[in-house]
């Protein structure tokens, strides 16, 4: 879920989950557009290390799900 985001915003069009996840994952889906996830992916850019992404995206997924991502470490 934490790169659901980047995956849209790169394109990506079909995901394969265990089913456990569909739920969590549907309601994400709902509520991010195409021009929000694509913006992530630009913001990324201005980003040196793997580090630097991943506390970008857990602080962006925190912000819009707080409810999915309250025990998520920075």
Do not use: W
């Amino acid at each position: 879920p934490l790169y659901l985001p980047l995956l849209l915003g790169l394109g990506i069009n079909q995901l394969s989950m265990s089913p456990l996840c569909i739920l969590r994952i549907k309601k994400m889906l709902r509520a991010i557009t195409f021009s929000e996830s694509h913006g992530i992916v630009k913001a990324l850019d201005q980003f040196k290390t793997g580090v630097e992404m991943e506390n970008f995206m857990k602080h962006e997924m925190k912000k819009r799900f707080p409810e999915e991502f309250v025990s998520m470490n920075e």
